[in-house]
């Protein structure tokens, strides 16, 4: 027998509950359905660092950043770098959310006691001309409380739904197919899976014990991306970065599969941009995995030299921070899919951090003693200097040989040659014995340096990389790192999804990773960091009020 809602909405990560949440706010009643348990209550947003796109914040004011809507959409419109026809509706989102980074998202979300930790990050810093890729001034706002912290406003308000009868949750419900009646979609049907209760992020049971059927006026479809199934992302992969890696890590739960992504497709909805991804090279294997394949990324500080698989520097401005998918094209050129930093003990201290609410305990747990400690440690912080001793991709050594040796052992090769090594750490030592150089990644650190925030927290003081005083050596194997789907359905700026045939679909809405982040990839081919979980915020927002609205 078939349950009655307004609006089902496929999906319990961070854009379903901001869609979810803001029906149940219009007074119109709710279902959300979701494979998983209600132990994955907020799906990837959760494990995130919970890092937020703003423009123009208070935060960036108080550290002397002068930004601007004009200058933000200078660097959005350079590095989506949109040039397909099917671009029409992403470029409007992108201009929508530009609008609503610098305007009222800020408030919106501290008007539910989201708060943002007060150094700004830089992220994705570009290199190339002003019209290029990049963020030309630092936009990376850490939530406080990280991913946690993102997701815990709308899970308080979904409950509080919950209670008054306004939102269901339907865990452990997998969606099989969309029902469509006269052109019109109507609900959803599947079957319930077997109640699991492994931990968060785990691989679930998916052994079936029931069907179910729902019918509500509207679907909203916030299911997520492909970043988990490692099969479909080498499917969709661009053929403009070359072949896809042999061997890649997951960023994400394997529940990111998307499976749904499949079934909305062959109920008839259009799908664009599916060759536009954004995955990592910083990624490291996680000691403890949660997940299969489990990886983590490094978020680093501009100091870290950067080699190849065979013992090349990177190109500028192919540095840390820089430019993700032009260094992820550049590494898979050369053959191999994985890259090698170099650095010191110093370098490690002050400029690693790791992705994700778990490697963060401090941000994570809220506690300002705790954050203190990462600029006073001697150590780098405690889950850095975990992986730095028990990491199977870090390396540590007094001596550059005794490194370089470790360092092809492990890749299983010799490709690394000691003295072009040594060479390359020697001319660049020379360069920063100067406070000027030609070197283009030191005129890069002494750049960050300029800016308070780095040098407070993330760029170490410059040194010669082969200072005994800074030891001892480190190297660390990078790995390529699934992550994001920026394709996704066409909608319009309702979140309405459009047809095969061009038409909108009736009663269908789109929102999150499923809707490219909104319009079918409003980020285009390149993102500017922090602009994910805001693209969930803002597509989940705007598909949720519009479906109230819409229905009866």
Request: hydrophobic share 40%; glycine share 12%; net charge positive.
């Amino acid at each position: 027998m078939a349950d009655e809602a307004d609006v089902i909405v496929v999906g319990a990560g961070l854009a379903g509950l901001v869609a979810a949440t803001e029906i149940a706010s219009a007074g119109k009643r709710v279902t959300v359905v979701d494979q998983e348990g209600e132990q994955s209550l907020g799906g990837q947003a959760f494990w995130s660092f919970g890092g937020l796109f703003l423009i123009d914040s208070p935060e960036q004011r108080r550290l002397g950043i002068k930004d601007s809507y004009e200058l933000a959409h200078q660097d959005w419109m350079g590095t989506a770098g949109f040039d397909r026809e099917e671009d029409l509706w992403p470029r409007r989102w992108a201009e929508a959310y530009l609008a609503f980074a610098a305007g009222e998202k800020r408030s919106w979300l501290r008007a539910m006691g989201h708060r943002i930790f007060p150094v700004v990050g830089w992220a994705e810093r570009g290199g190339y001309d002003a019209m290029g890729h990049g963020n030309s001034v630092p936009r990376f706002h850490v939530t406080w409380g990280t991913g946690p912290g993102i997701v815990e406003p709308f899970v308080q308000r979904a409950r509080e739904a919950e209670k008054s009868g306004r939102l269901t949750f339907k865990f452990r419900h997998r969606v099989d197919g969309l029902t469509i009646a006269n052109g019109t979609v109507e609900g959803v049907r599947g079957t319930i899976l077997e109640s699991d209760p492994v931990a968060r992020g785990v691989s679930s049971s998916r052994k079936v014990i029931a069907e179910f059927t729902l019918r509500a006026q509207a679907v909203v479809v916030a299911s997520g991306g492909i970043g988990g199934n490692h099969e479909l992302v080498r499917q969709n992969w661009p053929a403009r970065l070359g072949a896809p890696p042999a061997e890649m890590i997951s960023g994400v739960p394997e529940y990111v599969d998307g499976r749904m992504i499949g079934i909305t497709e062959q109920a008839g909805a259009r799908l664009i941009n599916r060759d536009r991804m954004w995955h990592y090279v910083e990624g490291i294997r996680n000691w403890s995995p949660i997940w299969p394949r489990h990886g983590i990324r490094i978020l680093p500080g501009p100091s870290s030299m950067w080699f190849d698989a065979a013992g090349r520097r990177l190109p500028s401005p192919l540095f840390p921070g820089s430019d993700t998918l032009g260094q992820l094209e550049y590494i898979l050129a050369t053959g191999y899919d994985y890259s090698w930093f170099v650095l010191t003990q110093s370098i490690i201290k002050k400029e690693f951090a790791l992705s994700g609410s778990e490697q963060n305990p401090d941000l994570t747990g809220r506690s300002w003693l705790m954050t203190a400690r990462r600029a006073t440690n001697k150590g780098a912080p405690a889950p850095v200097e975990a992986f730095k001793k028990q990491g199977a991709d870090f390396i540590v050594r007094d001596n550059l040989a005794d490194l370089v040796r470790a360092m092809n052992a492990l890749a299983g090769n010799d490709l690394l040659k000691l003295d072009a090594i040594k060479a390359q750490i020697e001319a660049r030592d020379r360069e920063i014995e100067n406070p000027y150089a030609k070197d283009a990644q030191i005129l890069n650190i002494h750049n960050a340096r300029r800016y308070i925030g780095d040098r407070l927290i993330r760029t170490a003081r410059p040194h010669r990389i082969l200072d005994p005083a800074h030891g001892p050596l480190i190297a660390v194997k990078l790995n390529i790192l699934t992550r994001k789907t920026l394709g996704g359905f066409e909608t319009d700026l309702d979140g309405r999804v459009f047809g095969k045939d061009g038409q909108i679909m009736q009663g269908l809405y789109a929102a999150g990773e499923a809707a490219g982040f909104g319009g079918g990839g409003m980020h285009g081919y390149r993102a500017l960091e922090g602009t994910f979980l805001g693209g969930c915020l803002f597509s989940g927002r705007i598909a949720g009020r519009a479906a109230a609205k819409a229905v009866l």
